[in-house]
């Protein structure tokens, strides 16, 4: 196989953003760690309410997994319904899942009104699922989901699937309507021009090396020391996602980066497309070790999954490329012959309760924990994010949680317990 180990995404943006090459500031109201959606979304409000605002990227702008992810703008959140309302309480749990909505309309709306040309489109998804008995499951979830947040989801039989998908491996599926696709790589440059524009300063090649928190006359300020030299900045936001490094131990600690990995097709003829997904949907199927996949606007089949205990590397990424190809023709035989163009992997910022967070550690603002939803949640977080450090109150329901560091001493980067999380959810897929 000839295919090429690179992000396909990166390749089809026009209008790369590359921010400032002018000197670091001395001073700032806000330096933000992070230009994925969650910096850069928070870097652009921030920038609009007046704040002067430096934008610290270690490595390109969108370098992360911003750039790297499917582009399934989508409602909900990765725990099941039931499992919320158990842990959090149904008032608190409305208003997440009204969140989830509002971040949908917020990524359109930004799109719109800073005229990015990623593709948006709320073609909706489809759930599918792999066994009779999470089919079964699917329409207890939706009532509940209908009765809990009045938003509505359309449970579709077998019999029925071929107008969904052109797939015959599946029991069913769930469709929501609401959710949505785009292009993450093009949003996210959108998105870095949108926040210079704004006027904030954005420093790729810059990492954040360490922060301290400085007290003159009962006023907290920050020291930042960046690999091109030091800056004072009022705030500090984190927005640093899976890669989150040592730079900030304590944020580091709650944080478990694993890996997924994606692969494109050639472009495929338009009648083959069509027959693969009839209604352009993003779909995911049931599993724990689930696979998503989409057309890209240019009709290549996008198949990711394979998601690991530990951050991609070149290895895992050249392996990913043949097992993914293997599950993708399991779903779709259809593209036996098909070739593969492009493989490459990210990382997914998980916590240990599978929920996003934001909130202060040491004094500085961080929000992150996104997993599979960060393409409308980050960039939501971004925002709220902002509107704290501008002096809104704070009206984030995923800042009112508790946000637990690793259970059994299991702690983020430590790679000899994480493949046992791994094992437990292989296990979990076999049995239920
Ligand atoms: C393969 C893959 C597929 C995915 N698919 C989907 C999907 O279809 N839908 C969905 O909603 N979500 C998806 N996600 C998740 C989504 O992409 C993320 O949740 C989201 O992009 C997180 O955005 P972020 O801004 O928080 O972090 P990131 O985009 O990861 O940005 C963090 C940035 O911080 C930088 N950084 C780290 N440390 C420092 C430092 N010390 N100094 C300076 N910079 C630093 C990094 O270089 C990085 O660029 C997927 C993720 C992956 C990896």
Redesign the pocket.
């Known amino acids: 196989m000839n295919i090429k180990e690179t992000n396909y995404w990166l390749e089809t943006v026009r209008e790369p953003a590359h921010g400032t090459s002018e000197p670091l500031p001395e001073k700032v109201d806000v330096v933000v ?7 850069l979304s928070a870097a652009r409000s921030l920038a609009r309410r007046g704040a002067r605002v430096a934008v ?4 390109a702008l969108g ?4 750039s ?7 409602t909900g959140m990765k725990l099941a319904v039931p499992t919320l309302i158990s842990r959090y309480g149904r008032e608190l749990v409305q208003r997440m899942y009204a969140a989830s909505l509002e971040s949908i309309d917020l990524v359109e709306q930004i799109a719109k009104e800073e005229a990015i040309d990623c593709a948006f489109s709320r073609c909706g998804h489809l759930e599918v699922a792999c066994k009779q008995s999470h089919f079964d499951a699917y329409a207890a979830s939706a009532a509940r989901i209908q009765s809990e947040f009045s938003h509505p989801l359309r449970i579709v039989s077998r019999s029925e699937l071929s107008e969904e998908i052109g797939s015959s491996i599946y029991f069913g599926g769930m469709v929501d309507e609401t959710s949505a696709g785009l292009n993450p790589a093009q949003f996210v440059a959108g998105l870095a021009r949108a926040a210079e524009r704004a006027g904030a300063r954005l420093y790729e090649r810059t ?2 090396q360490d922060v301290k928190s400085l007290l003159a006359a009962g006023q907290r300020s920050f020291r930042v020391r960046t690999s091109r030299g030091i800056v004072l900045a009022k705030e500090v936001l984190l ?7 040592e ?1 900030t131990p304590a944020l580091r600690r709650k944080v478990i980066p694993i890996g ?3 692969i494109t097709t050639e472009p495929l003829r338009e009648d083959l497309a069509r027959e693969l997904s009839p209604r352009n949907r993003m779909i995911y199927d049931s599993k724990h070790f689930l696979h ?1 996949y989409r057309l890209t606007p240019d009709n290549r089949m996008l198949f ?1 999954g394979r998601a690991a205990f530990f951050p991609e590397s070149e290895r895992t990424v050249r392996e990913s490329a043949e097992l993914l190809r293997q599950g993708m023709v399991r779903v779709y035989p259809q593209l036996g012959d098909t070739r593969v163009e492009y493989v490459w ?5 998980f916590t240990f309760d599978v929920m996003p967070h934001s909130g202060t550690l040491g004094g500085m603002h961080y929000a ?1 924990g ?7 949640a ?1 960039t939501w977080m971004g925002v709220k994010l902002a509107g704290v450090l501008s002096g809104d109150s704070d009206d984030n329901p995923f800042s009112k949680i508790p946000f637990p560091a690793a259970p059994l001493g299991l702690r983020s980067g430590n790679s000899w317990a994480l493949p046992l999380a791994g094992l437990y959810y292989r296990l979990l897929d076999y049995f239920t």
């Open positions: 760690a992070g230009a994925g959606f969650c910096g610290f990227e270690a490595e370098w992360g997994a911003s790297r992810n499917g582009g399934m703008v989508l990492a954040v927005a640093t996602g899976a890669y989150t490094s730079a997924s990995y994606i998503y990711g992997g990210g990382t997914l910022d992150l996104f997993a599979g939803h960060g393409v409308a980050a």
